[in-house]
């Protein structure tokens, strides 16, 4: 598993993509690919991104991220990147990509730290609001 950037900032309010490479030992079919991506909170994990059975899994997904994340990938070329929608300072934390082939040995775990960056606006009348913020 490769992230080129463990260390991350992106933009509140933002959209931003949080780049994961896998690489399997030996040729999986696409369709037997599966992608998480969670968050480890206070102990326990939140999925915010399940790929599984070649189709995304909702229902696994924790509700604060499961509109506003979605894959930025092309899974046969080992792009599982994360795109993260309208971001907001409670998604600052560790983020872990998983992957693995149903049926084979191959799997693989890469973490990315993303922090959130609240831009100062030249416009006085524009106001920042991420401590109200009910992302």
């Not at 933002?14 to 690919?33: A, G, K, N, Y």
């Not at 971001?87 to 983020?95: P, R």
Request: hydrophobic share 30%; glycine share 6%; with cysteine.
């Amino acid at each position: 598993m490769v992230v080129p950037k463990p260390n991350f900032t992106g933009p509140y309010q933002r959209d931003t993509v949080l780049t994961c490479h896998f690489f399997f030992e030996q040729m999986v079919p696409p369709e037997s690919i599966s992608v998480n991506w969670w968050r480890n909170e206070s102990g326990s994990q939140r999925i915010i991104y399940a790929f599984e059975h070649g189709r995304r899994q909702r229902p696994k997904e924790d509700p604060a991220y499961s509109y506003r994340t979605d894959l930025y990938y092309n899974l046969t070329l080992g792009d599982a990147s994360l795109k993260i929608q309208d971001l907001c300072l409670k998604d600052t934390g560790l983020y872990v990509c998983e992957a693995w082939s149903e049926g084979y040995s191959s799997h693989g775990v890469g973490s990315v730290n993303l922090s959130v960056a609240v831009q100062e606006h030249s416009d006085p009348n524009q106001q920042v609001q991420g401590q109200t913020s009910d992302c």
